[in-house]
């Protein structure tokens, strides 16, 4: 049996934030048809809160795009600072797999340090980050996935990624994420 190919995809980052900043973040996704663009979603999420995963399903999910995203990318596994998606209950909400990817694997013990020292239910979002493993090197990049093979996520990065090591629905979505806050695109995701 042939395995699905995942051609719809939203892919999502977050805009830049000063660092004193309390309040919400902005969070920008892009939908992707094959390399078609598609179209934008908007929403915010609470800086260092814990709504990622509910605001991220709520605008998928409220979206025209919702019958037709097979995948959902994000830009890492944290929005908004230590916004800690909960890549697992997004996964059952949707459905469909949940593929974070980052250029660089992060410093998994100073994460895990600032979440259980600094930060409001650290220990929970540490949790989420624990049972999610540590990133898998593919196609350049480094991913974590929920409801997907690694093969899938290497097929997936390999399609989307025609500008670079990023998949486009990500790069687009930093690209507008940053106009958004600075007036002009800039950076890499």
Do not use: C
Request: aromatic share 6%.
């Amino acid at each position: 049996m042939k395995e699905k190919r995942l051609s719809n995809v939203a892919g999502f980052d977050d805009a830049p934030f000063d660092r004193g900043h309390q309040g919400g973040v902005r969070i920008v996704g892009t939908v992707y048809a094959d390399l078609r663009f598609d179209g934008v979603l908007v929403g915010e999420i609470e800086k260092d809160g814990s709504d990622a995963a509910q605001k991220l399903g709520d605008l998928i999910a409220g979206s025209r795009f919702a019958e037709h995203i097979q995948l959902v990318m994000l830009q890492g596994i944290a929005f908004g600072g230590f916004n800690v998606v909960d890549v697992f209950a997004l996964h059952r909400r949707l459905s469909v797999p949940v593929l974070a990817v980052s250029r660089k694997p992060p410093d998994m013990e100073a994460i895990k340090n600032a979440l259980l020292t600094r930060v409001d239910k650290g220990a929970e979002k540490w949790q989420i980050i624990a049972q999610l493993g540590a990133m898998e090197p593919v196609e350049n990049v480094h991913v974590q996935r929920v409801g997907l093979t690694l093969e899938q996520a290497a097929a997936a990065i390999k399609r989307f990624s025609i500008h670079g090591n990023i998949p486009e629905p990500l790069r687009t979505a930093h690209l507008i994420a940053t106009a958004l806050e600075s007036g002009q695109s800039r950076g890499h995701p």
